[in-house]
């Protein structure tokens, strides 16, 4: 199967003939392929509110239909945007849905939405994505930093496929990250992700390559890696 970055902490993959998108920030992002008025989509699946991540969860769900997977903060501040077609999740908890298994595991960040007239909206605890889909095994770790319990995810899920964030800043960057795959998560293959979409972002993804002693992936927008 076939696993797309479209940019920021965007991919998308289809399984059991299911079409899913994770934290589809199309719309203001300067290195999406996408466009948030075409294709089709029937999960949209989020690992925190921000607006880089929620991005066009409303628009994309009220065209397409999509099922919208989330933290229940979120699902209920979808609902208010008239999105009634959510399913709520939590850390922890596992489910299996037409495309394949999906869990919710603990991420460190922060989570919230900021409305355009200013108002902050609080929208639970930030989480990472393990998919279970066939034989194959995808770890997005969401926005996070460093913490031991990527090990013991990665033990009970061993990755194929992990997407983990450099940017810094905001999340873990370079160092971290390499050593988040290296001595904890420990996949078959690693993808950078959330990185160069702004200036605070902005690392060379060739030296995160460099400290990985696994297979890495530096994908653009677009391209996509085989498992």
């Not at 099922?67 to 999740?89: C, F, R, W």
């Not at 160069?196 to 995160?208: A, H, K, R, V, Y």
């Amino acid at each position: 199967m076939e696993v797309v970055f479209h940019g920021q902490a965007c991919i998308s993959f289809e399984a059991n003939g299911k079409r899913v998108i994770v934290d589809p920030f199309i719309t203001g992002n300067p290195l999406s392929d996408l466009k948030a008025e075409e294709g089709d989509v029937d999960f949209i699946v989020l690992t925190h509110g921000h607006g880089d991540h929620l991005g066009d969860t409303v628009s994309i769900a009220e065209r397409t239909g999509a099922t919208v997977i989330a933290l229940p903060e979120t699902i209920d501040y979808l609902s208010t945007k008239g999105i009634t077609n959510g399913h709520p999740m939590n850390i922890g908890g596992n489910r299996e849905f037409a495309f394949g298994k999906v869990k919710f595991v603990q991420a460190f960040h922060s989570n919230s939405y900021t409305e355009k007239d200013g108002t902050i909206i609080y929208l639970g605890m930030p989480c990472g994505l393990i998919f279970t889909l066939g034989e194959h095994v995808i770890y997005h770790t969401g926005d996070t930093g460093l913490f031991s319990d990527m090990k013991l995810i990665a033990e009970r899920h061993p990755v194929d496929l992990c997407f983990v964030p450099i940017g810094d800043n905001f999340t873990m960057g370079i160092d971290d990250a390499s050593f988040a795959v290296n001595e904890f998560i420990k996949p078959r293959i690693a993808v950078p992700i959330h990185y160069d979409t702004f200036d605070l972002i902005t690392q060379n993804p060739e030296e995160f390559k460099e400290q990985v002693n696994t297979r890495v992936e530096i994908l653009k927008p677009g391209q996509s890696v085989t498992l």
